[in-house]
């Protein structure tokens, strides 16, 4: 199974981006995965932003992926959740595994309803800051499903 990291805008921080870079790596060791950018639409309204952010994100998802959208009305997992989660896909054969990050100004309903709804944290986080979360507990999950000592219950 692929895992795609859809996602808003490039990296500013050079130390986000190389503490995603090093997760990432990581990550591609367990199997294929990868970030993927669509253009932020800076310099419109907030409103006119989300819409022509979230129609790129659209064009990248196919009827046949498995989605996941996240956002702090999500549900929240526990690390060991995750990693079940994603062996089940696995094992259900999902070819590709999208896992959509918005920017700045979030997401819409329409793209919301496009898939599971997962939180980071209740809290509002940086979208930036989300990636490398997100990218650190993805590897955390496959260190997880093969019983390697990274994780500590």
Not at 64 to 74: A, F
Not at 77 to 97: A, C, G, H, V, W
Not at 110 to 118: A, D, I, T, Y
Request: with cysteine; aromatic share 6%.
């Amino acid at each position: 199974m692929k895992i795609v990291v859809l996602t808003v805008g490039k990296l500013r921080s050079k130390a986000l981006k190389d503490v995603c870079d090093e997760y990432l790596a990581r990550l591609k060791r367990y199997g294929s995965a990868e970030i993927l950018e669509v253009k932020a639409a800076d310099g419109l309204s907030p409103k006119k932003s989300i819409e022509a952010e979230c129609a790129n994100l659209m064009k990248n998802i196919l009827p046949t992926d498995t989605v996941w959208i996240l956002d702090e009305r999500g549900k929240e997992y526990r690390s060991t959740e995750l990693s079940n989660m994603i062996m089940r896909l696995e094992i259900t054969s999902t070819k590709r595994l999208i896992i959509v990050l918005g920017g700045a100004y979030g997401l819409t309903d329409f793209v919301r309803s496009k898939g599971s709804l997962l939180a980071l944290s209740k809290m509002t986080l940086p979208h930036e800051l989300c990636r490398a979360l997100l990218l650190e507990q993805l590897y955390r999950a496959r260190t997880i499903q093969r019983g390697e000592p990274y994780h500590h219950e």
